[in-house]
């Protein structure tokens, strides 16, 4: 299998910058940095394994330091795990386990969609949906309001949480105003308008 980094792409250039910084912090005693294909968490809601030869302070702040940085430059977040060499276990799942099942994603899809409409009714404008395994923003559903206030924000929140421990796939959502041109484009491009 060939590694493939697109320069273009913020979750490579997120995760070359993290493994930098982190090179750089710790030298010798980092082993590698394992990331996931597009930023998709892989175990337990991370996205990269950081595999050093032994975890002390030094090693927590360092990582804690680099995922801060790269986090506040890139538009994507290093949710990482530190973990020693010795831990073949934890790295095997990482390179092995397939991201997500997204087997019910469509699914999912339908669902979320109805619960918004009931909760947010007028409020709500439209739903874009990506295909899946597609994340914009570490986004696959674009949710357009007519103005984001708490109490939408909430609604929405508490039905992604609902459809997410319902079903395999997770729906990653984002929500903007409908004024918001140029992040509905980008989502229009390649996703399902609702």
Same mark, same amino acid.
Request: hydrophobic share 40%; net charge negative.
């Given at each position: 299998?060939?590694?493939?980094?697109?320069?273009?792409?913020?979750?490579?250039?997120?995760?070359?910058?993290?493994?930098?910084?982190?090179?750089?912090?710790?030298?010798?005693?980092?082993?590698?940095?394992?990331?996931?294909?597009?930023?998709?968490?892989?175990?337990?809601?991370?996205?990269?394994?950081?595999?050093?030869?032994?975890? /002390?302070?030094?090693?927590? !702040?360092?990582?804690?330091?680099?995922? %801060? &940085?790269? =986090?506040?430059?890139?538009?994507? @977040?290093?949710?990482?795990?530190?973990?020693?060499?010795?831990?073949?276990?934890?790295?095997?799942?990482?390179?092995?386990?397939?991201?997500?099942?997204?087997? /019910?994603?469509?699914?999912? !899809?339908?669902?979320?969609?109805?619960? %918004? &409409?009931? =909760?947010?009714?007028?409020?709500? @404008?439209?739903?874009?949906?990506?295909?899946?395994?597609?994340?914009?923003?570490?986004?696959?559903?674009?949710?357009?309001?007519?103005?984001?206030?708490?109490?939408?924000?909430?609604?929405?929140?508490?039905?992604?949480?609902?459809?997410?421990?319902?079903?395999?796939?997770?729906?990653?959502?984002?929500?903007?105003?409908?004024?918001?041109?140029?992040?509905?484009?980008?989502?229009?491009?390649?996703?399902?308008?609702?």
């Amino acid at each position: 299998m060939a590694l493939v980094i697109n320069l273009r792409s913020d979750w490579w250039l997120s995760l070359y910058e993290f493994t930098r910084i982190l090179h750089h912090k710790l030298g010798d005693s980092l082993i590698m940095v394992i990331g996931s294909q597009n930023g998709e968490p892989i175990l337990n809601d991370t996205n990269t394994l950081v595999v050093v030869r032994s975890i /002390d302070d030094n090693v927590k !702040l360092s990582a804690a330091e680099a995922a %801060l &940085k790269v =986090n506040d430059k890139f538009k994507n @977040t290093i949710s990482y795990m530190i973990t020693t060499e010795d831990d073949k276990e934890t790295i095997s799942k990482f390179i092995h386990i397939s991201p997500e099942d997204w087997s /019910d994603y469509e699914d999912a !899809l339908r669902e979320f969609k109805q619960l %918004l &409409k009931e =909760n947010l009714g007028d409020e709500l @404008t439209s739903i874009i949906a990506l295909p899946k395994g597609i994340f914009i923003n570490e986004s696959n559903v674009l949710v357009i309001v007519n103005e984001i206030k708490n109490d939408v924000r909430l609604k929405v929140a508490k039905a992604a949480l609902e459809v997410n421990d319902k079903f395999k796939s997770t729906i990653s959502y984002m929500i903007v105003d409908k004024g918001d041109h140029d992040i509905i484009s980008k989502f229009r491009e390649i996703g399902q308008v609702n």
